[in-house]
């Protein structure tokens, strides 16, 4: 794959089947160009000798799984040099620096009430992939909802979900 594409960066599992992501990456940084390309370990392996086993194999950072997604935008940005955008900035839901997001009943208001009314019918019935589909719809601009949903959904909340999307009475 990494002949066929040549990424910029490659995101390396350390434990694959067939060839472990250190032969992987070694091959790949002993090949014409492949010395270019920035490949990040992923491990479960949180231990320091691990991490040192990674750099040595030719990866030049490190992320050790679970990671925050967050921190691996970081680590683009930083071997990269990439920045990021995001749209909305005037808009309270929007990511930025220094400020906090409060999930609440009233930060779902940016959104249709038939869009409320099916997340919390999806939330009674535990239907979790119809409620991922249903935040895919929030629009760009809210990163930050679109995080917070989703880890109640990832985390089993549902029942979080429902006081959130509840009627009014």
């Known amino acids: 794959m990494w002949k066929k594409w040549q990424p910029d960066l490659i995101l390396m599992d350390m434990l694959m089947p067939v060839m472990d992501g250190y032969e992987a990456t070694r091959r790949i940084k002993s090949r014409p160009n492949g010395e270019k390309v920035v490949i990040i370990a992923l491990t479960a392996n949180a231990f320091s000798d691990s991490k040192l086993a990674t750099l040595k194999a030719g990866c030049v950072d490190y992320l050790a799984k679970p990671y925050r997604k967050q921190l691996l935008f970081e680590k683009i940005s930083q071997h990269l040099g990439v920045r990021y955008r995001y749209r909305g900035k005037n808009n309270p839901l929007c990511h930025q620096k220094g400020s906090k997001f409060s ?28 409620i991922g589909k249903l935040i895919q719809q929030i629009p760009v601009g809210n990163e930050l909802l679109v995080e917070s949903l989703t880890n109640l959904v990832d985390n089993f909340r549902l029942d979080l979900l429902l006081n959130l999307t509840k009627p009014h009475e």
Not at 106 to 115: F, K, T, V
Not at 117 to 127: C, L
């Open 103 to 130: 999930l609440t009943p009233e930060s779902l208001q940016l959104m249709p009430q038939n869009w409320i009314s099916e997340v919390h019918q999806a939330a009674r019935e535990m239907d979790e992939d119809r």
